[in-house]
């Protein structure tokens, strides 16, 4: 059974760090697709990260440079990196993960191109 779970959610201040994990069990994150998303009240669903199962990774505009995606092969495990946090920041966070591998360029950021999804973390930026 794929299941993914999210964890390392929390409060923190703007301009600090946090690490969210996407566990992952009944398959192997290797050769799959992997993206994070984030929903914050009152807004749609959006793409914040994808990496590929060669290792490429892509990464919304709204967070590139401040957040990076990688994985642990041997943990397979999921990780978030996210630095220099503000405010808009503030959102669940969900990873998502797809066995589809072609175009991942151009399809990464739709929700409807993933197949499983965790239950979400909340982060929450705030002084």
């Known amino acids: 059974q794929v299941q993914l779970v999210e964890s390392g959610g929390g409060l923190v201040q703007p301009g600090g760090s946090l690490r969210l994990s996407c566990a992952a069990s009944?398959?192997?994150?290797?050769?799959?697709?992997i993206g994070w998303f984030r929903q914050a009240p009152g807004k749609e669903r959006e793409g914040v990260s994808c990496?590929?199962?060669?290792?490429?990774?892509y990464y919304a505009d709204s967070v590139k440079g401040r957040f990076i995606i990688f994985r642990d092969k041997a943990k397979n495990t999921l990780y978030l990196q996210m630095n220099s946090l503000k405010p808009e920041d503030t959102a669940v966070y969900y990873c998502a993960s797809t066995d589809r591998q072609g175009m991942v360029r151009l399809l990464w950021w739709l929700i409807g191109w993933y197949d499983y999804w965790g239950q979400g973390t909340q982060v929450t930026v705030s002084s």
């Open positions: 009944g398959f192997t994150l290797d050769y799959y697709a």
């Open positions: 990496i590929s199962s060669d290792d490429s990774t």
